[in-house]
């Protein structure tokens, strides 16, 4: 405590808890404007309703989780006004993908994720390819996917939610699927290649990059004899089936070492 330039008794006040979660404002601070405004109420928020990092963590998942569930969502409806191509092609250029319709060229989204309507007219005109890469495609969202009964070519390379559950679901495409890529998705194994041996008309598969397969030269070989009319690339045939240095052979016509 001191004393005023007038007589009066001056004290100092460390700053009050608001009796919540969060800090109290100091009433003399000045409101910020703009983004920093957002920045504080962004603040104030996860202060008010997160106590450590992993609670943090959950609440991001869960947001980004419902954000992939929106994507997903039936599409279905557009059958009945537009016929299965075109509500199949708008489920694929939503999600930011690449459709070919029979003798069309190719209609991607810009970079705003805007893409021509011109689809719509082409009612009867089946799509024959779909380009699917690093979209955010998962069980729920193939509703949409297998209403393309005449799809030949499919690109699913770095989806991140396609999984093994997801390949059990393609058998629908068994009578037109020629060519499959499975590149770089993080979560088929072994168990959803297994799933694939319905697709007996598949001329070509590209199972590279799968890190959840643990041993990528075997598995070629076992598909490759799954589906003998494929030809199954993007693996080295020998990658996961060399020899541990106890198990190398020994040649014999080399002079031993003194």
Partial sequence: ????????????????????????????????EGNQKKERKMLQFLNNHFYDVEALRGYLLQREMSKVHLKNRSFTWLEEQHGPYSAGAFF?????????FRDKEWIRPDKYGHFSPEFWNFREVPVEAVDASDCEINY????????????????????????????????????SLQELSLAGCPRVSERGLACLHHLQ??????????????????????????????????????????????????DTASPVPA
């Fill in 1 to 32: 405590m001191t004393q005023g330039a007038n007589g009066q008794s001056l004290r100092l006040v460390a700053p009050m808890w608001n009796g919540t979660r969060g800090i109290h404002r100091l009433g003399g601070a000045v409101v910020p």
């Fill in 92 to 100: 694929i250029l939503k999600q930011g993908g690449a459709v070919k």
């Fill in 140 to 175: 729920e969202g193939l509703d949409n996917l297998l209403l393309l009964k005449e799809l030949q070519s499919l690109s699913l390379q770095r989806c991140p939610h396609v999984d093994d559950w997801c390949l059990s679901r393609l058998y629908p495409l068994a009578d």
């Fill in 201 to 250: 008309n598949l001329r070509r598969l590209d199972i590279s990059d799968l890190p959840a397969v643990s041993n990528p030269g075997l598995t070629q070989i076992l598909v490759e004899e799954m589906l003998p009319n494929c030809q199954v690339v993007g693996v080295d045939w020998a990658e996961g089936l060399k020899l541990g240095p106890e198990e190398q052979p020994q």
